[in-house]
């Protein structure tokens, strides 16, 4: 048997991704009967499925899905003659009016048993058998259905990225891609079973599959910078942190285990706005958490809540305390009270009363990593840590301009006439990142805190450069620009209060989500 894989594999309940359908003689169809055909290629994106050749082996077809003998034997009873132009830039070598497409075996065996369900339930026998292999392969049990899956090239190189992990120029966007959109999936399954904690707090499989799943699902794809990929981010950051020699020694598995759970939902069904916004709209989530840490106490009530539905920790001794410990560390990311944690933190470090084996000194250690891991953006290398800025920045004047729609004051750092990307993070980084993370470093001073405080100040650097660039050309534009521009000058007091004041953190939510 043999099998190409070019493309990745996504089922069919997900819209097709753009790297898919850049694919010279890509095909489109839906979950529907009406399979092939000539969309509109800006339409494409919301279809469901897609086929496609490549002209180094034009009797290959390469299909993006996953599914049994049964889906195909359907779909496909018969070879079928495609055109190689559908809407799509044409094979440059080798034009033919016509492709004649051989369908290769998918399976080497298939039960005439199965060929008999009914077209209606292709889509549901899809969604379990996509279920039950993900639960075999986790269990490492022998699969009695062969379900392939057509994006292995996709799938090692994402495996290869794992095995980098702890790297802190670990690419997140980049391993989101590799998985398909399911990086904090991947990555935070992966941490556990690198620790060992499936085994040994005998976590069911499926419980904790269909647990990562519903996490993922519950961030809002749609906000620029608090989604899914920002929470697989910083669950990577907490992983590095984790092992640093002063934590690797002292924290216990069930600390650990915490850890991630803590930064994979820490911002967990996250609106795309942030609390002042709540508040002055009189939102629900502000009533209801009476205008205290909003967004973080929904965050940590909806973490919760999928543990609950799951059941993924109901079978460990309520000694464990999970769901409040739980809590608390999501609640430490809590931007408006920055100085309150930094400040004891450093009076430990002062008075250098620290003690590891102290279970609550642990747990406070805990809430300063994650808190570092939340903000650490601007200590990534520049390359990732301008996508952030952008992100984060978008987000903001997305509030703005949401605040300016329904005649709200504007929010701080939200309004894009007044504010730019270099502007808010020098801000940010001065007055809000520098102070913890310097903190941070006399608390573990190692190669990792000093490479993370020289990134800080390149990108600092590097914000300042654009920022003066941005001004000269102002100047040569006009004057009444240039005053604009010089209305609040990069790095002011102002501008820092602001990032603080806003959250700039990771709870200046994205603009894109449900509001009053």
């Known amino acids: 048997m043999e099998v190409c894989y070019q493309l990745p594999v996504l089922p069919l309940d997900r819209p097709v991704p753009k790297h898919v359908l850049s694919r010279r003689g890509a095909i489109s169809f839906s979950s529907s009967s009406s399979l092939f055909g000539a969309p509109d290629p800006r339409q494409l994106s919301q279809r469901r499925g897609a086929i496609s050749y490549d002209s180094s ?53 298939g039960s005439s048993s199965t060929t008999c369900i009914s077209g209606g339930r292709v889509h549901r026998l899809l969604s379990f058998q996509r279920y039950l292999h993900s639960s075999r392969l986790l269990r490492g049990t022998p699969q009695h259905v062969s379900l392939h899956l057509l994006d292995e090239d996709y799938a090692g190189q994402a ?19 590799l998985t398909n959109g399911n990086s904090l999936i991947t990555l935070t399954f992966h941490l556990l079973n690198q620790y060992g904690l499936v085994e040994l707090f005998q976590l069911d499989m499926v419980k904790l599959w269909r647990f990562l799943v519903m996490v993922q699902e519950d961030y809002h794809s749609d906000n620029p910078y608090h989604n899914a990929v920002h929470a697989a981010d910083v669950t990577q950051a907490m992983y590095c942190y984790m092992q640093e020699p002063a934590l690797a020694k002292s924290l216990t598995s069930c600390d650990i285990l915490l850890g991630l759970i803590a930064a994979a939902t820490h911002d967990l069904d996250h609106p795309g706005v942030n609390q002042p916004f709540l508040i002055k709209t009189d939102h629900y989530l502000a009533t209801l958490y009476r205008n205290t840490s909003v967004l973080e106490n929904h965050h940590w009530k909806s973490a919760v809540g999928l543990i609950r539905e799951t059941g993924l920790f109901a079978h460990l001794p309520d000694s464990l305390n999970m769901e409040t410990q739980l809590g608390s560390l999501i609640l430490a990311t809590d931007i408006s009270r920055q100085n309150d944690y930094l400040s004891n933190f ?152 602001a990032a603080a004041g806003a959250g700039t953190d990771s709870k200046e939510i994205p603009q894109g989500s449900t509001q009053s």
């Open 57 to 109: 082996d034009q009797t290959a077809l390469y299909i993006r899905m996953l599914g049994a003998c049964v889906v195909f034997q359907q779909l496909f009873p018969r070879d079928v003659r495609v055109r190689s132009q559908v809407g799509f830039e044409p094979e440059r070598r080798s034009s033919h009016p016509y492709l004649r497409i051989d369908f290769r075996t998918i399976h080497s065996s």
């Open 346 to 497: 450093r009076t430990h470090l002062d008075k250098e009363d620290l003690c590891l084996s102290n279970a609550s000194h642990r747990h406070f250690i805990l809430q300063m990593a994650l808190k570092c891991a939340d903000i650490c953006n601007p200590c990534r290398p520049w390359e990732l840590s301008k996508q952030w800025s952008e992100k984060v920045t978008e987000e903001f004047f997305h509030q703005g301009d949401i605040e300016k729609k329904h005649r709200l004051e504007v929010s701080p750092l939200c309004d894009r006439a007044t504010n730019t990307v270099g502007k808010i993070q020098i801000g940010f980084m001065t007055y809000v990142v520098e102070p913890l993370f310097s903190e941070w470093a006399r608390f573990s001073d190692t190669r990792l805190s000093q490479t993370m405080l020289g990134h800080l100040g390149l990108n600092k650097a590097s914000w300042d450069s654009l920022q003066q660039e941005q001004m000269s050309r102002s100047e040569e534009a006009g004057p009444s620009s240039a005053a604009a521009d010089a209305d609040v000058e990069p790095g002011t007091p102002s501008d820092g209060a």
């Open 159 to 177: 495996k290869c990225m794992l095995e980098r992990v702890g790297s802190w120029t670990f690419d997140i966007f980049l391993f989101d891609r």
